[in-house]
């Protein structure tokens, strides 16, 4: 499998981390997403016409969607990461991936006003992030009264991986995160998985590595 | 809430929002703290700057008994002072090197922070279950008016029967924002739990649209 992969995209990086959590091997085909614009050039349009990354290549199968994308890692390699057969949990699973997208078009594109300068109303899109991230909060508070730690059940869905980029990352984008106490719980559960792997902006949990020691005499 | 808050206490956090072996940011009078809880359960709270190069201490992760910075690892004992420079592995780091800290106690599931030397022990509300924080972006008036009741003096509002059972427990913050703390009279099943954290949110819309039409202010 190939991914076009961009190491700044939290887009990208659902893909990665999937990969890395359900232990899929990628191929990786880096693109200049900037400064070069290489998605807008004629060899990436002819894969993806909408111009946008991650693009996943597998054989005759060409998918643009990072939760597809999601969905297809996970069937390929671990059923258990997509909903079980019980009708909320199926219907949770879909309302998260749906809700995803919402995390992108707010606090993605604020992001990308801070960092890369795109053109965009950022106190509009600060204002949608805030209000995504309260959902998200509120539906995180009703998990853990149902004795859930993830979005969709008490364990990991292609969900968590499909919101937790652009949720990690919002402080990018002018927004804190601070207010927020289910997400920072569930943002740390995300972060505890075995095999979880970092991006820049999203480190691992230190703590869960014991304390490095240097030895004296050889620094 | 306040105009002198020298010695009174703070309810900063949820009990069950700082599990064992966390740093979390969180606010009182004096300023932004570094709240954690340390591998063996016990609370502490000390001012939000490592004093190496003024990193946010809240950004950064508990190990055993020690609060370490993300930055460089200097690492910090619940009483503040600094146990290891990970860079200078051979020093004991003078007892100079050291965090502000604030007292901190642990009741009904609410975590209070003092400042300077509290008199008497924070607030107790007997037969109340902590059910989760939320902030508002609206002063203390416009949350008194959406709950149609006043704020007690340590910051408990009972809203009138006809607007729900939820209680809530005010903090101040800056820029007219309040964290609110849900409070339940009672234990209650998932259902009512879940009902109660719905009926917040709605408390906190009617208050924030309060607080935009200027009519609390």
Known sequence: ??????????????????????????????????????????????????????????????????????????AHAAPEWLASNKPEEAARVQQWLSFSGRLTASLGCARLHEMLLRPGDIGAL????????????????????????????????VAD????????????????????????LWSRAVRALDAFIEMPGIHRLHELKPEPHIELGKA | MHPDTTGSWTPVALSADLPAGTVIPARIPAGSIALWRSESG???????RCPHRGMSLSHGFVRGEALSCIY???SYAQAGNCLRIPAHPGLTPPQAIRVKT????????????????PSANPPKFEGFVALRSLMAEAGIAAIEAAAGAKASPAGLVEPAE??????????????????????????????????ASRAAESLRRKAEDLQKKGIAQ
């Not at chain 1, 919101?163 to 997400?183: E, M």
């Not at chain 2, 820029?175 to 234990?187: F, I, P, S």
Request: hydrophobic share 45%.
């Open chain 2, 42 to 48: 016990r609370p502490a709270a000390s001012a939000n």
């Open chain 2, 162 to 195: 006809s607007t729900g059972t939820i209680c809530l427990l005010l903090s101040a913050q800056e820029d007219r924002q309040t964290l609110l703390h849900v409070l339940l009279k009672g234990e209650a099943g998932t259902a009512a739990r879940i009902a």
């Open chain 2, 102 to 117: 604030y007292p901190v106690e642990e009741t009904g599931g609410v975590i209070w922070v003092a400042m300077g030397e």
């Open chain 1, 126 to 157: 600060q204002a949608q992030g805030i209000a995504a991230l309260r959902e998200l909060e509120a539906g995180l508070v009703e998990q853990a009264e149902r004795g859930m730690r993830f979005l969709a059940a008490d364990r990991p869905t």
């Open chain 1, 1 to 74: 499998m190939k991914l076009y992969d961009y190491i700044l995209s939290p887009s990208c990086y659902k893909v990665r981390l999937m990969a890395a959590l359900t232990g899929v091997k990628l191929e990786l085909r880096p693109v200049d997403f900037h400064p070069g614009a290489e998605h807008r050039g004629p060899e990436l349009l002819a894969l993806n016409p909408a111009g946008s990354i991650p693009i996943l290549e597998d054989g005759d199968l060409l998918l643009t969607e990072s939760s597809a994308i999601l969905v297809y890692l996970a």
């Open chain 2, 72 to 74: 460089h690892g200097w």
């Open chain 1, 161 to 184: 991986i499909a919101c937790f980029p652009y949720v990690a990352l919002a402080p990018d984008g002018g927004v804190s995160l601070d207010p927020y106490p289910a997400i920072r």
